[in-house]
């Protein structure tokens, strides 16, 4: 790591108190929304997609898109 970087235990330490607090959340919107107004789009997205995951079951195949055991299922 570079010498400038603080101690791992304090920089866990303020992640910490940040998730906590909700900021890790806000500061991951607020970088998304500047990204995509510099992309010339709208800050808030107005559509999503969601996909299908393979759950993972000893007993169900293999899923071999994900190359994981278990089965396709939605949650």
């Known amino acids: 790591m570079p010498a400038d970087v603080p101690a791992w235990d304090r920089v866990y330490a303020y992640f ?19 990204v995509r107004m510099r992309a010339g789009r709208e800050a808030q997205p107005t559509a999503g997609i969601i996909d299908a995951q393979s759950v993972r079951a000893a007993s169900r195949g293999y899923d071999g898109g994900k190359k994981v055991p278990g089965r396709k299922g939605t949650s």
């Open 16 to 34: 910490r108190r940040w998730r906590e607090h909700g900021l890790i959340t806000k500061f991951h919107d607020r970088l998304r929304d500047r």
